[in-house]
Nanobody, 117 residues
Framework: QVQLVESGGGLVQPGGSLRLSCAASGSISDIYDWAWYRQAPGKERELVAGITRGGAANYLYSVKGRFINSRDNAKNTQYLQMNNLKSEDTTVYYC???????????WGQGTQVTVSS
């Protein structure tokens, strides 16, 4: 089992920045991918960003150039630096961990991001 703990959400004005963190503990694989998803009420969960162990990242088109997904393998932690936030970024963000060998997925508890003036 892997446990994920997210932190860093909150309220920010349009154009502001937030950094989300997600730390893993427990039976951690030697090869795993990280990702961030978000889900607005009544909508499907969408992939915001993902990063492999080697650091290759991909992004949802609407956040490209504004969000940066990074990871610290020594700390088993990933980050999502969110810059130039827009009202449409408001929703709950979920951390995802996937064991590359077994394809087993784990999810964080979710953290609310609200962009409002």
């Amino acid at each position: 089992q892997v446990q994920l703990v997210e932190s860093g959400g909150g309220l920010v004005q349009p154009g502001g920045s937030l950094r989300l963190s997600c730390a893993a503990s427990g039976s951690i694989s030697d090869i795993y991918d990280w990702a961030w998803y978000r889900q607005a009420p009544g909508k499907e969960r969408e992939l915001v960003a993902g990063i492999t162990r080697g650091g290759a990242a991909n992004y949802l088109y609407s956040v490209k150039g504004r969000f940066i997904n990074s990871r610290d393998n020594a700390k088993n932690t990933q980050y999502l630096q969110m810059n130039n936030l827009k009202s449409e970024d408001t929703t709950v963000y979920y951390c995802n961990y996937e064991d590359v060998r077994t394809r087993q997925n784990y999810w964080g508890q979710g953290t609310q991001v609200t962009v409002s003036s």
